[in-house]
């Protein structure tokens, strides 16, 4: 296996932002992580076409928020818990599906499968207070490293369900 060190999420965006849009790391756009930091054999050009056949068929998905907690190791970050919905698992696990087909490397595995912890991080300019309803119309790819430098973050494409 060749070595793995460009880095992806997937990731549910709250606000549509076009491909190519960059940002820096500390100022991630308002997002529910769907499959968590990994790696891939291949290109991320297979990894597109890969789930945009496997979510061919995906409606929205209505959820909310249940809750907040703190993340992390020191319990720094602050989150809106997200209801794991049936719909939102089935999309998540067909998501980790689709990577593992690539021998996806996952830095955290324990947030996949029975792990996954839908949830929003709690960003002071933007928050989720005023959202009642959460649908989950899409999924985004981010590269964690574009052009090698660990401190951007690029949208590389956005996935639309059908409805």
Known sequence: ???????????????????????????????ITLADVFAI??????????????????????TKIVGEDCFGDDKSVHVKLIE????????????????KKLNA????????GAGFKPHATVKSNDNLIDRDAII???ITLIDMFPDNDPNNRRVMSTIYFKN
Do not use: C, R
């Open 1 to 31: 296996m060749q070595k793995l060190t460009q880095k992806y999420t997937v990731v549910h965006l709250l606000d549509d932002l076009p491909d190519g849009f960059e940002y820096s790391m500390k100022d991630w756009p308002l997002h």
């Open 41 to 62: 054999e291949g290109s991320p050009e297979n990894l597109l076409k890969s789930l945009d056949t496997a979510l061919s068929s995906f409606s929205s998905i209505k």
């Open 84 to 99: 794991k919905t049936d719909d939102l698992i089935i999309l998540h696990d067909t998501i980790i599906d689709e990577l």
């Open 105 to 112: 490397m996952f830095n955290n595995p324990q947030y996949t």
């Open 136 to 138: 989950i119309g899409s």
